[in-house]
């Protein structure tokens, strides 16, 4: 969806969501997951996660319409240890999966202190920061990954192996909102890339190759047979492969570079795993735990780090809630016809 045209209309949070939610029920997704998915993207919008917004709307329903997704699965789960869940996203969306499973995971961290859950024929197609914040509002230290579609190459790689596979980080902060980050192990995501071919903007130089492996700061060259490189050289793609063992290795889900919708036209989210590790930090012998984070994150505050993560998350939120979420006429038309 294109983010170009002026920013004239500012929709309370809640007017987008309903509009959203009637875009997937249009197109085949159940009215409990359609109200998940809605929260969810209207959520990244509202927060400033461009990438992960409304922007993701068009391949939302084009994923659907290509009969790739099952708008309408019921994922399953299995006890598989005292603090291990395995879920079965049944080849539907992650989130809806991932909702389902939150009371057995909250029952399973009062009991063991720590659970892990592990979702397997799953799409994600957003951020990750969304799934792990209502375990950070309960005090809880949570991790996830998701592994996607390949376009990222190994250190030295002349092809796409990896997908960008992000990895979120999640903890609650005393007297404050939760400290969560989420970002690519690639140079950049893929929907930054893509919205920078979209604008004709250069990304910084070394952050892909060509299709003849030449490197390039091109995105349409990049995404013309080319791929992303991982952030950090060979450490970035070191972190690349263990998001690849964990959420789709441990997790039973495809590899990024086993992703093969081809026979499908028209869609674009991969369908492979998630890892979701959640923590109570009370069982590691420190009451004094959000204290703590909040003094370690004042110190790195006063050493001259002026923005941490989540920052910028909050206050965009802010302001969308007290002023409503700002869409410009042409993304807003693009919604309502999509919505019929």
Not at 4 to 25: A, E, K, M, Y
Not at 114 to 139: C, M, Q, T, Y
Not at 269 to 285: E, F, K, L, M
Request: glycine share 10%.
């Amino acid at each position: 969806m294109s983010t170009n045209g002026s920013t004239n209309i500012f929709l309370p949070v809640s007017d987008l969501t309903d509009l959203l939610t009637r875009i997937f029920i249009r197109n085949g997704v159940s009215r409990d997951s359609a109200g998940i998915l809605a929260a969810n993207c209207a959520w990244c919008e509202r927060d400033g996660s461009l990438s992960h917004g409304i922007f993701r709307m068009p391949g939302y329903v084009a994923t659907l319409k290509s009969g790739w997704v099952d708008g309408c699965a019921k994922a399953t789960t299995e006890i598989a240890g005292a603090a291990f869940l395995r879920v079965d996203a049944q080849n539907g969306f992650a989130q809806p999966a991932w909702q389902d499973s939150l009371p057995q995971v909250f029952k399973m961290v009062s009991e063991q202190g720590v659970a892990v859950v592990a979702i397997r024929n799953s799409h994600h197609f957003s951020a990750l920061w969304p799934d792990l914040e209502p375990l950070a509002d309960k005090g809880l230290i949570a991790l996830s990954m998701v592994t996607g579609l390949a376009c990222v190459a190994p250190y030295g790689g002349r092809r796409p192996v990896f997908g960008t596979n992000p990895i979120a980080f999640a903890t609650p902060v005393a007297d404050a909102h939760p400290m969560i980050f989420d970002f690519a192990t690639s140079s950049i995501s893929n929907g930054d890339l893509r919205i920078a071919a979209k604008s004709g903007h250069q990304i910084p130089p070394e952050s892909g190759i060509d299709a003849s492996g030449n490197l390039s700061a091109d995105p349409s060259a990049i995404l013309s047979g080319g791929a992303l490189l991982p952030f950090g050289g060979h450490k970035g793609a070191a972190i690349s492969l263990m998001v690849e063992i964990l959420a789709s290795g441990l997790t039973g889900g495809l590899f990024s570079s086993e992703v093969d919708f081809s026979s499908h036209p028209g869609a674009e989210s991969p369908r492979t795993g998630q890892v979701i590790i959640a923590i109570d930090p009370q069982r590691g012998g420190n009451g004094a735990f959000e204290r703590r984070v909040r003094q370690l994150i004042d110190t790195v505050r006063d050493a001259g780090q002026t923005r941490l993560p989540s920052d910028r998350r909050y206050r965009t939120r802010e302001l969308a809630l007290s002023n409503g979420i700002p869409l410009s006429q042409e993304q807003h038309e693009a919604l309502l016809a999509m919505a019929g």
